[in-house]
């Protein structure tokens, strides 16, 4: 989801808009009204427009405007202190206190299941954190929580992985008492804005399994893509993709365009009759050619085999495909000396920069070292090319 293009629903902010009311508090309400009016235009553009950044940190307590009582000569409070922190991934008896709530009662586990072995694992031990610089501005990467808290008690944590290019969220937790509030929709609003006002661009919620109905949700977050596992290119969800993924087992938008097939299960059924020679089915056959014509047949029917390289859309590498997280092929050129990225050959290392061919190649053709380097140091970054060596099987 590239975060400055994401239209937000209705109900994703209503669930903002009515956490922050249960925060505020009718008295407070009344009384900023009354001591701190908005103006005329400030009303206007609240009705018009939704602001996501100052909606999801409106009801911050760091944010929130406190004018004095008149009567009391004392600040007006909200109802509640509710406070968010971006901490590092680390393990406090706090956080597992949220996770075996949240495990136990929204995820039905048993008690055996649950440990503090397991929390570690799972949500304590991601990336390291360090602090990127681009642009002349620093960001934070790494793995972190992002934690909420009300009146001081942990109450919600989102687990994210901050990327070069992006916000990945990895898992969130809430306790049962606040089920009911849709922590879900208000932590996506809220890391959306994180991917914008740092300059992340994209917001990743991670795997796509349209099978499974708890995932369905991603897809109201819009505009969604999802990446093609066989070309590694980024299609729109929309309607004609979830009809696809409706009707089989497996999709590709890729070769579905390909083949052409209809979306539509009534039109698909054509290709899904009987194999008895029929004379439609004979048409289709002509029309199509014999190896397109198995090939989709096989594909929509699930059989696994490797689909015909003259079907096949052309490659696509990191750097084409506008992979999130990845760094550009500018910011590789920039940040990374790929030629001093040491090589395993055998029992001796040797640099990039003295193969054979090194400075003929180019970083954006996939099918040399150069290549393959340059969209592998893109994925992992500056410091982990550093650390590492290189060990390519042919």
Not at 107 to 115: D, L, V
Not at 137 to 153: A, I, M, P, T, V
Not at 256 to 275: F, V
Request: proline share 4%; hydrophobic share 35%; net charge neutral.
């Amino acid at each position: 989801l590239d975060a400055k293009a994401f239209v937000s629903r209705k109900d994703q902010r209503q669930a903002t808009n009515r956490w922050n009311q249960h925060v505020f508090g009718q008295d407070y309400i009344d009384k900023a009204a009354r001591f701190c009016p908005r103006s005329r235009q400030e009303k206007k553009n609240r009705r018009n427009t939704f602001d996501l950044c100052r909606c999801v940190h409106e009801a911050e307590y760091g944010n929130l405007k406190r004018p004095s009582d008149k009567r009391t000569k004392e600040p007006i409070e909200p109802a509640y202190k509710f406070e968010v922190t971006l901490e590092a991934d680390s393990y406090t008896a706090e956080k597992y206190a949220l996770f075996e709530n949240y495990q136990r009662v929204v995820h039905h586990e048993e008690p055996f299941q649950i440990s503090e072995h397991s929390f570690r694992r799972f949500l304590c031990s991601g990336l390291g954190q360090t602090i990127g610089v681009e642009g002349g501005k620093e960001k934070r990467l790494g793995s972190y929580h992002q934690c909420y808290r009300l009146n001081g008690r942990l109450i919600a944590m989102g687990v994210l992985d901050l990327l070069p290019h992006g916000v990945s969220s990895v898992y969130l937790i809430y306790h049962e008492d606040f089920i009911s509030w849709n922590f879900g929709k208000i932590s996506a609003l809220r890391e959306t804005a994180l991917a914008l006002e740092d300059h992340y661009q994209y917001y990743y919620m991670g795997f796509y399994i349209h099978s499974c109905v708890k995932m369905r949700y991603k897809g109201a977050y819009r505009p969604t893509y999802v990446l093609d596992s066989i070309t590694y290119s980024w299609d729109l969800l929309d309607t004609d993709m979830v009809q696809r993924l409706s009707a089989r087992r497996f999709v590709s938008m890729a070769l579905e365009r390909s083949l052409a097939l209809p979306a539509k299960p009534e039109d698909l059924e054509k290709l899904l009759r009987s194999s008895s020679p029929t004379a439609s089915r004979l048409d289709e056959k002509l029309e199509m050619g014999n190896v397109k014509y198995d090939t989709a047949m096989e594909y929509v029917n699930g059989v696994a085999s490797d689909p015909e390289p003259s079907i096949l859309p052309g490659s696509t590498n990191v750097f084409e495909a506008g992979t999130p997280g990845a760094m550009s092929l500018g910011e590789v050129m920039r940040n990374i000396d790929l030629g001093q990225w040491g090589l395993v050959i055998g029992n001796k290392v040797v640099r990039l920069e003295d193969l054979t061919g090194w400075e003929e190649s180019s970083m954006s053709d996939s099918d040399t070292i150069k290549g393959i380097a340059a969209e592998l140091a893109a994925c992992i970054g500056p410091d982990l090319v550093a650390k590492t060596l290189l060990a390519l099987n042919f």
